[in-house]
């Protein structure tokens, strides 16, 4: 499976989509990401159907270069599956 990720820019905010296995340490690990950062998610959305995980991260106060660099590091995470 392709481990792809969406990335929406909007004014301030950027906001991570993708669908990942149901699995307990994929949401975690994907958080990890924007907190080593020093900062925290203005919302979050998961919601678990079956065997996938579906997942909206917004951020505000990213810059694009780093914005970029979190979508590609979430792609990585092991069970992400699709954009959706």
């Known amino acids: 499976m392709s481990a792809v990720l969406s990335l929406k820019r909007s004014n301030s905010a950027v906001r991570y989509c993708f669908e ?23 919302r979050v959305f998961a919601q678990a159907d079956g065997d996938a995980l579906s997942v909206e991260i917004e951020v505000e106060g990213l810059e694009p270069a780093t914005a970029e660099h979190v979508g590609r590091s979430l792609g990585q995470i092991v069970g992400v599956r699709q954009v959706f």
């Open 20 to 42: 990942a296995d149901a699995e307990p340490g994929v949401l975690p690990r994907a958080l990890e990401l924007i907190a080593k950062r020093g900062l925290v998610p203005a």
